[in-house]
């Protein structure tokens, strides 16, 4: 599923560009991603959008002097190196709080149990694109500084 958030990534410079889902399941099956790998993508990101859509106007407002207080089960789910990741765009300025709330959600939605931090980049990496957030240079390259290929399926 991670591999197929990147190519998405690196294959349409905004959201829309994207194809319809069927479409976009057929094209990837064409490049080589297996049907499961596909079928996960495809839900997670339409869990994406469902959450994006029910926080409405919320990710694109400003709001300081939040804080948020993560759960012992989303400590066991996310760990600690994602939680450390998700303070760290939310400190830069980069994850507005809205737009955390979504990744949380998002990464819980995985079945991995702690996320590593290179998936929870890519997970980052996809949110932000997804609300075509203007991301920094030096955080935009933090985001893309592990290997894709180096993840485990």
């Known amino acids: 599923m991670f591999d197929i958030l990147v190519y998405l990534f690196e294959t349409y410079y905004t959201p829309q560009a994207c194809p319809e889902a069927d479409v976009l399941a057929h094209k990837l099956a064409a490049v080589g991603f297996e049907h499961e790998d596909i079928d996960e993508a495809l839900g997670w990101l339409h869990g994406l959008a469902q959450s994006t859509e029910q926080c409405g106007q919320l990710a694109h407002a400003p709001q300081r002097n939040s804080t948020r207080v993560f759960t012992s089960d989303e400590y066991h789910h996310l760990g600690t190196q994602a939680i450390g990741f998700i303070t ?66």
């Open 88 to 153: 760290f765009l939310e400190n830069s300025g980069v994850l507005p709080p809205a737009l955390r709330e979504i990744l949380i959600e998002r990464a819980q939605a995985t079945s991995e149990s702690p996320i590593s931090l290179a998936k929870i980049k890519i997970m980052a990496l996809i949110v932000l694109w997804s609300q075509e957030a203007e991301v920094d240079h030096l955080v935009f390259e933090e985001l893309l500084a592990d290997d894709h290929t180096r993840l485990s399926h």
